[in-house]
């Protein structure tokens, strides 16, 4: 069986999000670029599955500009076994993305599709359900453990209500969350097997992918900045000042 | 406990700064089929580096001709240089002596250069390696250096191995080169090992702080180079600021003082604090945006303290040697050529043996020894050391005479009996507001099951002896608030935030009783600077 793991180049958690001054997106000038940390845990799991046996093949998947190729080396460090680069100049959305990952999905044919939860930057988390519905499969969203037997697959999902385990047939999306596992820390020889080792590209184009109905972004703005607080004597005059600014 | 993996290497390279890069870039230009890989602490190559930075472009020059076409991310020609003295409130132009006439410089951010150094190596085919602490040294059965072994990776604050343990694996290469920067952790162990320090004078340092500000625009002035003396600073501290104007608005700001420092109460972080509120400074920034923060020490010794950079199987070079030019407030250069020299050397000779006699003959060390009286000329207050400077320099550093230099960690007086001077300082509003807000703004990260990378030899004396004579100075010195004094059922006990750690290195420097000692956390730890 195959595994196939998606991988999104993010800014790195660590780093402090700024706005552009003129709003028009995200300061990337020098920033530290990663691998979106939720993907890391997809791809842990996808490598635990094939160390158990249960899978022969993990290919890493990113969809972007040249840049990504660097996330999907990461991808093959830690154990990833090939790696595909869908080229896109354009930022895609969920929809689009889906669409990229399923012309992928029908190309490869894995047993398994794993993807994290959503990106630590736009947050959607809608491309896991978007791909399971255009590939009429099904879908596990927000897995904290993950059981493979046979044709099936026991996935316990993290909801409001605290653990709900299902079962799916495969092949199959999931959708992985943060307790799934914690992901390894990459060998350092394996940097240098990882450059060796295959990294297909293919355009989105050539995919025909449509990008049709992207939404259009209009403005970036930070949140607003807490005001200064001041510190007062006593609770009376707590109370009115509060009463001052009408807000009691 | 298995046997450790082991990688072959013709050369590595310990720190990716710019003498490591120029090293690397220079040996495969010259022996391309030389296998060189470089390690580097940080993150990401450049994550860990702090400079001004303006950078006098001669070594890229010689190291890349042409780089003026595709140049660093950051780079702007230096158009106007400015000193002023500070009091207070006021301020007086000083004229600008030779060292610091920056025409033909570049204002740079050194982190960035470092990451586009690090391209041009592995343009070359240099393997670099960011997020690896190389932790030990690996020896010969003869005893020489014969690689370093990188740290275990996954190891619980206990010191046992967690789940994701990964054991660290050797790097074995007949020529070890350190390049680790101030205070570096395996250069000071060498040195103490091999004895590289026992006929120079002892190593002293500053420590540097910087911010990366986006002001309002308008007010930056692009290629203008101010630096300033005098307040907040006492005549008998020896420091002042760099204020660097970029394009796009944005503004380095440094603050640098001696760490030879005398009052146990004294806070640098403070005293870089207290000098954006002067009325000249304040104006600049004021509605303006941080954008980075961080500090590190710098090795401020030069001529007299420069140990000797050869040992078998091993060469220091760059900072965690000590060949920055104090009068000319810049490092690069000196670590680059450094760099330059250590490649061609090993190019042409292939072993460690006379690269010291080497260095002490190029203009690296020349450029030291002409003003090596200037920085110790400062010890006895600002107006004596500004006379000698001013004599040094006419006479290009030709008088017969050579001042001792002195060690920061004898250099604290004791509370007993010592009046601190009167600082004059004000009430402050620009951010960051304390030292937590700022480590915000280095983005530090380290994950906190692993062990504590600031090891105290003798615990006991933090909360005795130290307590009496100087009342931790720890708490104060170091920029990062790692060290506090808690009450734990009414007797004092010493925390160590370690997770806060900047990499600065200024308690290892500056302890009084040198019982703290800096080891390399688990590889990628550490400060996130962008555009430092």
């Known amino acids: 069986m195959k595994i196939l793991v998606g991988i999104k180049r993010v800014v790195d958690y660590n780093v402090r999000i700024r706005v552009l001054p003129d709003g028009s997106g995200v300061d990337t000038d020098g920033v530290k670029m990663s691998v979106n940390p939720f993907d890391e845990i997809a791809l842990e799991e996808a490598l635990r599955l094939r160390e158990a046996g249960k899978a022969e093949e993990v290919i890493v998947v990113s969809v972007g500009g040249d840049e990504c190729q660097q996330q999907l080396r990461t991808g093959l460090a830690m154990g990833a076994d090939r790696a595909i680069q869908v080229r896109s100049a354009e930022s895609l959305q969920p929809l689009s993305l889906a669409r990229a990952l399923l012309k992928i999905a029908e190309r490869e044919e894995p047993g398994l599709v794993i993807l994290g939860k959503q990106a630590i930057d736009d947050d959607n988390s809608q491309t896991a359900q978007m791909l399971a519905a255009l590939w009429h499969r099904p879908q596990a969203t927000f897995a904290s453990r993950l059981v493979l037997d046979g044709d099936t697959a026991a996935v316990t999902r993290e909801v409001d209500a605290g653990l709900e385990t299902i079962e799916v047939d495969l092949p199959a999306v999931v959708s992985v969350d943060l307790r799934l596992n914690e992901p390894r820390f990459v060998k350092l020889p394996d940097i240098m097997k990882a450059k060796r080792k295959p990294l297909d590209v293919v355009e989105l184009d050539e995919l025909g992918v449509s990008t049709e109905g992207q939404l259009a972004v209009g403005h970036h703005a930070p949140p607003p900045q807490r005001e200064k607080g001041i510190m007062v004597d006593d609770v009376t005059q707590l109370a009115q000042d509060l009463k001052n600014r009408g807000l009691i | 406990m298995s046997e450790r993996e082991i990688m072959e290497y013709d050369v590595i390279i310990v720190g990716a700064g710019p003498a490591g890069l120029s090293c690397a870039i220079r040996l495969k230009q010259k022996k391309p089929d030389l296998m060189v890989a470089v390690i580097e602490k940080s993150s990401e190559i450049g994550a860990h580096i702090l400079s001004g930075a303006v950078i006098e472009p001669e070594p890229l020059d010689e190291l890349l001709p042409g780089w003026k076409d595709s140049p660093p991310p950051i780079c702007i020609p230096v158009e106007n240089d400015e000193i002023w003295l500070l009091s207070q409130q006021g301020r007086r132009r000083l004229p600008t002596p030779p060292q610091q006439k920056n025409h033909g410089n570049y ?126 600073l006492d005549s008998h501290t020896y420091g002042g600021s760099f204020i660097y104007h970029l394009d796009k608005d944005r503004i380095a700001i440094g603050f640098v003082c001696g760490l030879d420092y005398q009052d146990p109460e004294f806070v640098p972080f403070e005293a870089f604090q207290q000098m954006k509120h002067h009325p000249m400074v304040h104006e600049l920034l004021e509605g303006g945006e941080i954008l980075s923060s961080g500090a590190r020490a710098i090795a401020e010794g030069g001529y007299q303290s420069l140990p000797n950079t050869e040992m078998p199987g091993a060469l220091i070079i760059g900072d965690a040697a000590g060949t920055l030019n104090v009068p000319k407030i810049k490092g690069t250069h000196q670590a680059m050529r450094c760099g330059i020299l250590a490649a061609d050397h090993l190019a042409e000779t292939g072993a460690p043996q006379g690269f010291n006699a080497r260095l002490r003959d190029s203009d690296v060390v020349k450029e030291l020894h002409k003003v090596r009286n200037i920085r110790p000329g400062f010890y006895k207050g600002f107006w004596r050391g500004f006379l000698r ?27 007993d009996g010592y009046t601190p001077p009167d600082r004059q300082w004000v009430d402050r509003d620009l951010v960051p507001r304390d030292r937590l807000a700022s480590v915000y703004f280095a983005a530090t990260e380290h994950d906190e099951d692993q062990p504590v990378h600031l090891q105290i030899l003798e615990p006991d004396v933090c909360t005795t002896r130290c307590v009496t004579e100087y009342n931790n100075p720890c708490t104060r010195f170091c920029p990062a608030q790692v060290y506090e004094m808690v009450e734990e059922n009414g007797s004092k006990a010493l925390q160590i935030n370690s997770a806060n750690c900047v990499h600065c290195k200024t308690c290892d420097i500056k302890d009084p009783y040198q019982i703290i000692n800096w080891v390399t956390p688990e590889g990628g730890s550490g400060p996130n600077y962008q555009n430092m």
Do not use: N
């Open chain 2, 107 to 232: 204002i740079v951010s050194l982190g960035a250069m470092c990451a586009w150094l690090a391209e041009k190596a592995e343009a070359l085919e240099v393997d670099i390696f960011p997020g690896y602490a190389a932790s030990e040294i690996r020896f010969t059965e003869d005893g020489a250096v014969g690689g370093v072994i990188i740290g275990d990776m996954g190891v619980g604050r206990d010191g046992q191995p967690k789940d994701t343990y990964m054991q660290g694996i050797e790097i074995h290469a007949p020529v070890t080169i350190l390049s680790e920067g101030v205070r570096g952790h395996l250069s000071k162990q060498l040195i103490r090992k091999f004895e590289l320090d026992k006929e120079s004078d002892p190593q002293t340092y500053g420590i540097g702080m910087k911010e990366l500000w986006r002001v309002q625009p308008g007010k930056s002035k692009p290629g203008l180079v101010q630096h300033t003396a005098g307040w907040p």
């Open chain 2, 389 to 415: 400077a001013a004599i040094e320099t006419v006479t290009a550093g030709k008088l017969p005479t050579t001042l001792k230099v002195h060690a920061d960690d004898t250099a604290l007086k004791k509370l």
